[in-house]
């Protein structure tokens, strides 16, 4: 149970027991809603990639339902932790698991927007005249980003940061990847250039994987925050940066 530090003289044991409780209380309650709308989040983008790659139009419905849901939970969590805050004025590690609860609700939110813009981007691509095949290598990206999604979600759910680290060290693959695709989609392009509405498509959708790729290693680093209390993020972005770009985009 956390300390109670400060506040009048005049609470007794009770009181103080009692405050305490109640903290406990919120907390794991924010905690259980944290994770009940991750699987809501994992279940939507798994949606999303199957109306993709199946070709599976009459998927898109339950993304836009599990969005509504998404954004919803999202607003909810943020308020029972401001307030927590207000209420409860943790300190230390305390104020860190609330600091990040914050950070992640956020993360989840935009992966559910993605998964409903990549959705909606398999309907128009279903309803072509003539549709063209699943290139591979968006299939590969899209089953790399939503693996990166469970891994994160389970380095959450376990307080796992070896995992967490794993996934971390994945997105550069996710990154890798995407802009190879960016090159055989601008090759396409220039090879067909009156189906440039499907390719641009294809372009956008490998770019909304990519950034899903982006919230999972924002959770990833947020695990690390929550178990060694540092922030790594910047660390990983200096990696980044001392790395030789293979493509250019415009």
């Known amino acids: 149970m956390p300390t109670i530090e400060g506040g009048s003289g005049s609470w007794d044991t009770s009181e103080r027991v009692a405050l305490g409780r109640h903290f406990v209380r919120d907390m794991e309650h924010l905690w259980e809603q944290l994770l009940k709308l991750s699987a809501v989040v994992e279940t939507s983008l798994t949606h999303s990639i199957?109306?993709?790659?199946e070709n599976?139009?009459?998927?898109?419905?339950?993304?836009?339902?599990?969005?509504?849901?998404?954004?919803?939970w999202e607003v909810q969590i943020e308020l029972d932790c401001l307030k927590v805050l207000a209420l409860h004025n943790p300190v230390a590690s305390d104020l860190r698991r609330v600091a990040a609860i914050?950070?992640?609700?956020?993360?989840?939110?935009?992966m559910g927007d993605l998964a409903d813009h990549i959705a909606k981007r398999a309907r128009k691509m279903a309803n072509e005249p003539n549709p063209i095949p699943m290139p591979p290598r968006l299939e590969s990206l899209?089953?790399?980003a939503l693996s990166q999604v469970h891994k994160a979600l389970d380095a959450l759910a376990r307080n796992?940061?070896?995992?967490?680290?794993?996934?971390?060290?994945l997105d550069r693959q996710v990154d890798t990847h995407r802009?190879?695709?960016?090159?055989?989609?601008k090759d396409a392009i220039r090879r067909q250039p009156e189906r440039i509405n499907t390719?641009?498509?294809l372009i956008n959708i490998s770019r909304n994987l990519e950034r899903v790729s982006d919230h999972a290693t924002n959770i990833a680093e947020a695990v690390v925050y929550l178990k060694e209390g540092r922030i790594i993020r910047h660390d990983r972005s200096r990696a980044a940066r001392t790395e030789p770009e293979t493509d250019t985009e415009d």
């Open 199 to 201: 390719w641009l498509r």
């Open 56 to 72: 599976r139009p009459d998927l898109v419905a339950e993304v836009r339902s599990e969005e509504a849901e998404i954004n919803n």
């Open 160 to 169: 796992d940061v070896e995992l967490a680290r794993n996934v971390i060290v």
């Open 102 to 110: 914050l950070k992640i609700d956020g993360d989840l939110e935009r």
């Open 142 to 144: 899209a089953q790399e």
């Open 179 to 185: 802009r190879l695709l960016q090159r055989e989609f």
């Open 50 to 53: 199957r109306a993709l790659v």
